[in-house]
């Protein structure tokens, strides 16, 4: 509750850290070894961060890079009351420039999972990288 407060009041900065710290005690999903997170049950601000989050790692380099495509598994809304809530917030959320030279596809074989191609986020942490520290994140 506290992260998806601090992203409606604009503290960006405040809900990455929360996310932080609770990922790092194993409260929160993160980013996986094989380049997968898990999105499921968790409240469409948080999944935002979540993703925000793990990018912003894999672009400063504190994350290594999956062999693979990224895959972000936002699940299909089946359990929401309306339609899909987290999926088009991802898919809002990496429209916005800082992320918007990556490509962003529905996986084939399962339209609750994202995926970002493996060249193109390597092309995006590049791009990332280049950059000035004072402009990442």
Same mark, same amino acid.
């Given at each position: 509750?506290?992260? =998806? #407060? ?6 960006? #900065?405040? #809900? ?5 710290? &609770? ?21 469409? *601000? ?6 925000? =989050? =793990?990018?912003?790692?894999? *672009?400063?380099?504190?994350? &290594? ?5 990224l895959?972000?598994v ?9 339609? #899909? ?17 990556? =490509?962003?596809?529905?996986y *084939?074989? $399962?339209?609750? @999972? ?5 060249? $193109?986020? @390597?092309?995006?942490?590049?791009? @990332?990288? @280049? ?7």
């Amino acid at each position: 509750a506290a992260i =998806s #407060a601090c992203m409606k009041g604009g503290a960006r #900065a405040e #809900a990455t850290a929360l996310y932080a710290d &609770a990922a790092s005690r194993d409260l929160l999903p993160r980013l996986d070894a094989g380049g997968k997170i898990d999105l499921h049950d968790l409240p469409a *601000a948080v999944a935002c961060v979540a993703v925000a =989050s =793990s990018l912003e790692h894999l *672009a400063r380099g504190e994350v &290594a890079l999956p062999d693979d495509d990224l895959m972000i598994v936002t699940g299909q809304g089946k359990h929401s009351e309306t339609d #899909a809530v987290i999926k088009p917030q991802i898919e809002e959320m990496l429209a916005a420039p800082e992320f918007a030279m990556l =490509s962003l596809t529905q996986y *084939a074989k $399962n339209p609750g @999972r994202l995926l970002v191609p493996a060249e $193109n986020l @390597r092309e995006w942490v590049a791009t @990332r990288r @280049r950059r000035r520290p004072s402009e990442v994140g």
